[in-house]
């Protein structure tokens, strides 16, 4: 065995050097956070490299998916997906939110918009759907369905950055959307997120929201919480951001590689990519089958004891973690693809610095060679 574990993501960090400078910076300048120049300028270069006109950095997704829901006055029930990570629906019950779970597409993973309608009544007034691994969603029929019983859209794009196809970034659709840049992002500010908003006034709002409530030195607006982006933090995305095309495509060869190895191995099945977004490869998904040699779990174990910290996103579905089994809506029953896939996935390691030594070793373990 390996005594070095593979990780299933490892964060990409600049050179120590190119940061130096923006730290004298911070140092000299003593302004550390609340909307200091490099707030400023990080919120200006990733509307930039994003190409959306209103975006607003936060000190992590979870608090922009809070602030979301209370800048868009989300009430009673939101539509959403079991399939995603836990913040995804803890955003909801922390604004008191009631979360109506649907199944999701076999396909792509993301919420089945089919299904959609059916699960509204009058208490609804969201969907909070998920771009999984950065798959985009079916923007067009969720907007239509919105449209036509007046629904607010957020989307939870934790995962979707630099995602955009012919029409654009995949950011412009619904009413906001959050990005997060956590250590494990394909974009990290080791703690951080954002909500692209579609309007300068919403912009504004959820601004005055991510700073206790305050327009001015003595005008507080709303009940806001403290969710602002450090110096500290917004500078290192300075850095990052003059790295990550070519992070970006140093993930797209090593998905390519999985591909190429994977796509003949018995029982193993690999996502279709989208054909008309350019995905950013945050993750590698793959489905266990019944016709595959052991079971997922004894893959994941297998991988383990071989050093290679596989996981399994996203098991337990949030439907069947405790807090959330209560809720109608998470039975069973309602939800049979997302049960089976949550009970099937493995996500591979994927990062800029996966060593190819190592992706061989993981491609050896999982084609049982
Ligand atoms: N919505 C969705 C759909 C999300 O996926 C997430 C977060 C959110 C919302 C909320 O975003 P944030 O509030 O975090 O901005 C990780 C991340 O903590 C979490 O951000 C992420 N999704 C989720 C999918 O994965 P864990 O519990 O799996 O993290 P952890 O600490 O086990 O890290 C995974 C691996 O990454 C480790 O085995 C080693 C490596 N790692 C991790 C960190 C933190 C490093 O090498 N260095 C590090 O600093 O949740």
């Known amino acids: 065995m390996n005594d070095r574990p593979v990780y299933v993501t490892r964060p990409y960090l600049p050179p120590l050097e190119e940061l130096l400078p923006h730290l004298r910076e911070i140092w000299e300048g003593r302004v550390l956070t609340n909307g200091g120049p490099f707030h ?14 209103y975006i607003s950095l936060f000190n992590n997704a ?17 539509i959403t997906t079991p399939y995603s990570f836990v913040a995804t629906a803890h955003s909801l019950l922390w604004n008191n939110l009631n979360p109506v779970f649907v199944d999701i597409d076999r396909e792509t993973l993301n919420i089945d918009p089919s299904r959609i309608d059916k699960a509204v009544t009058k208490e609804t007034s969201a969907i909070l759907p998920v771009h999984c691994y950065g798959n985009p969603c079916d923007v067009v029929r ?6 036509f019983y ?8 934790a995962h979707a950055f630099g995602v955009a196809g012919p029409g654009g970034s995949i950011l412009q659709y619904g009413d906001l959307s959050v990005l997060s840049f956590h250590a494990t992002k394909v974009f990290n500010t080791f703690e951080g997120g954002a909500i692209v908003s579609q309007s300068e006034k919403m912009k504004k709002h959820i601004d005055h929201l991510r700073n206790f409530g305050f327009v001015d030195e003595v005008t507080v607006v709303a009940a806001g919480i403290n969710g602002k982006m450090s110096e500290f933090n917004a500078a290192l995305g300075c850095v990052q951001i003059r790295h990550i095309d070519a992070a970006i495509r140093r993930r797209r060869d090593i998905e390519e590689r999985y591909r190429t190895e994977l796509r003949a191995v018995k029982g193993i099945r ?7 977004y350019s995905g950013n490869h945050s993750y590698f998904p ?6 595959y040699q052991i079971s997922r779990d004894a893959l994941y174990e297998r991988l383990r004891s071989n050093g290679i910290m596989a996981r399994r996103y996203f098991f337990p579905l949030i439907s069947n973690i405790p807090m959330y089994r209560g809720f109608p809506s998470a039975d069973i029953a309602n939800l049979p693809v997302a049960n089976e896939i949550s009970a099937r996935v493995i996500c591979l390691p994927i990062y800029p610095d996966l060593q190819s030594a190592d992706q061989g070793r993981i491609i050896r373990i999982v084609a049982g060679d």
Do not use: C, F
């Open 142 to 147: 969720i907007q239509e369905i919105a449209d």
């Open 62 to 78: 979870t608090i922009a998916l809070l602030t979301s829901l209370q800048a868009m006055r989300v009430t009673g029930d939101v």
């Open 40 to 53: 400023q300028r990080l919120e200006q270069a990733l509307a930039e490299y994003l190409n959306v006109k």
């Open 150 to 157: 007046n629904l607010r859209v957020i989307y939870d794009a």
């Open 286 to 291: 793959i489905l266990i089958n019944d016709d």
């Open 270 to 276: 690999l996502l279709n990519p989208s054909d008309n």
